[in-house]
């Protein structure tokens, strides 16, 4: 059991090789473009692209790699001059698949991108007037006029009117939640209505 956890880790450890070959749409024949070595733990890679003077190289050209499952055709390009290969890793950090542009620098590169989780949807989605009830926001106030007996200097008590801010619960609910009570007793009596008839 250990001897499998040890060949397991060092198979990690150890570099990958991908074969890339490219294809003419015209013939269909297959030539050795690149290979790339990626190491899985440090997630960077090297390429080393074979001498392409010998072959048709413009047209239409579909780059390829047996090395990886359904990857026989991963990317149409113009040109395969100084190709940029980019690998995508998975979470496991093994690569998932492969990508490549042209290049307009001097030689060949692989960007290696690591694995970064994409936002996860809401599927219980609340309003906002809720989340913000939640989070103890301030509630509504509402200016109120109202009257007051107050003392005045000679102690004789004195109706005055005034201008007050008061908390109020803001009621969120649609119209027909407020309302139901109103309107189903005439509905369901005009459908009884129409039912003797």
Not at 4 to 17: F, Q, S
Not at 36 to 49: D, L, M, R, Y
Not at 120 to 143: E, I, R
Request: charged share 25%; net charge negative; glycine share 4%.
């Amino acid at each position: 059991m250990k001897l499998l956890i040890l060949i397991l880790l060092l198979g990690n450890c150890l570099a990958h090789t991908i074969s890339i070959h490219y294809k003419t749409l015209s013939n269909q024949k297959e030539y050795a473009l690149a290979t790339i070595q990626f190491t899985p733990g440090s997630k960077k890679a090297e390429v080393e692209v074979e001498d392409l003077s010998s072959h048709d190289t413009t047209g239409e050209i579909c780059l390829g790699t047996n090395s990886l499952p359904d990857h026989e055709c991963f990317a149409y390009v113009d040109s395969v001059k100084l190709p940029q290969f980019h690998i995508y890793l998975d979470s496991t950090g093994n690569v998932d698949h492969l990508a490549a542009t042209v290049n307009v620098a001097t030689k060949s590169s692989v960007i290696v991108h690591p694995f970064e989780a994409a936002p996860v949807p809401n599927l219980n989605p609340k309003s906002f007037k809720h989340n913000a009830k939640s989070k103890g926001s301030s509630p509504q106030t509402q200016k109120v006029l109202k009257k007051m007996v107050i003392k005045d200097e000679n102690g004789e008590d004195v109706e005055v009117e005034g201008e007050v801010e008061v908390e109020v619960e803001v009621d969120d609910r649609s119209f027909i939640q407020k309302y139901w009570v109103y309107i189903v007793p005439p509905l369901i009596m005009y459908m009884m209505a129409s039912d003797k008839k």
